[in-house]
Structures are given as C-alpha cells and as structure tokens.
C-alpha cells in the first residue's frame, strides 16, 4: 500500500512538473508576442501600436498576434517575425523600418530636412548682416 502512495506521488508530481513547463513555455510565447506588437502598429486603421490598440473588438489585432504566435511556434525569431510581417503587411507597419532600399529615405528625410533649414537659415542671416553693413 505504501509502495502505491508512492507511486502515485511521483506520478502526479511529474504531471504536475510537465504542465508546469507547458505553462512557462505558454507564457514566454505570449511574452514574445506583447514584446513583438511593441514593435509594430496596429493596421486596423487606429495608428496605434499593436500593443496598445484601444478597439475593444479589434479583428486586425487579434489576427495580428495570432499570426505573430503561429510563427514563433515554428521557432521563428523575433526578428524574422518582424521581418515577414514587414515583408507581408509593407514597412509601415513596422515601428523602426529597416534600413535598406526605399525606407533608406525614412531614415535620412529628417536629416535633409533639418540641414536644408540651417542653410537656408544661415543665408537668411548673413544677407541681413550684408544688408546692414551696407545702410550704416
């Protein structure tokens, strides 16, 4: 009798031991999931990240992170999630675009945009130096 109590310990505390890694695996995956929609807006329509998205009932974000979790249990990394769902959904919908081809200009615009101002800036102030120099 006390053979079989035993038994029955060890049986049941190894079932308790695979459930709980099923349980932990469970939630690093869900984890990876929240971490990856930090990444990525939402294409609902709402322009929010796909973590945040406030729409009660939104079928895009539901779908969004399923995808994300099909992939991951193909033992995708998160970066190659990101990278299909860049390559699937367009650059857009991904918070940091990478930084080759066409998204090139995502990165470089501001840039350009803030070196045109000082030029044109510094010309500003240099012909309204010029200017004064020549009235006084």
Same mark, same amino acid.
């Given at each position: %009798?006390?053979?079989?109590?035993?038994?029955?310990?060890?049986?049941?505390?190894?079932?308790?031991?695979?459930?709980?890694?099923?349980?932990?695996?469970?939630?690093?995956?869900?984890? !990876?999931? =929240?971490?990856?929609? /930090?990444? %990525?807006?939402?294409?609902?329509?709402?322009?929010? %990240?796909?973590?945040?998205?406030?729409?009660? #009932?939104?079928?895009?974000?539901?779908?969004?992170?399923? =995808?994300?979790?099909?992939?991951?249990?193909?033992?995708?990394?998160?970066? /190659?999630?990101?990278? #299909? %769902?860049?390559? /699937?959904?367009?650059?857009?919908?991904?918070?940091? +675009? +990478?930084?080759?081809?066409?998204?090139?200009?995502?990165?470089?615009? +501001?840039?350009?945009?803030?070196?045109?101002?000082?030029?044109?800036?510094?010309?500003?102030?240099?012909?309204? !130096? /010029?200017? #004064?120099?020549? #009235?006084?």
């Amino acid at each position: %009798m006390a053979h079989c109590l035993r038994a029955r310990s060890v049986w049941l505390i190894g079932v308790l031991a695979v459930i709980g890694v099923f349980a932990l695996a469970s939630d690093d995956k869900s984890v !990876r999931v =929240e971490s990856i929609a /930090t990444k %990525m807006y939402c294409n609902c329509g709402c322009g929010e %990240m796909l973590s945040e998205c406030a729409h009660v #009932q939104c079928k895009r974000k539901v779908a969004l992170k399923r =995808e994300i979790a099909d992939a991951l249990s193909k033992g995708d990394s998160d970066v /190659t999630v990101l990278q #299909q %769902m860049g390559a /699937t959904y367009g650059a857009t919908i991904l918070a940091t +675009p +990478p930084f080759r081809g066409f998204n090139i200009l995502l990165w470089v615009w +501001p840039f350009g945009v803030a070196a045109v101002a000082i030029v044109i800036l510094l010309v500003r102030l240099r012909k309204g !130096r /010029t200017v #004064q120099g020549i #009235q006084g």
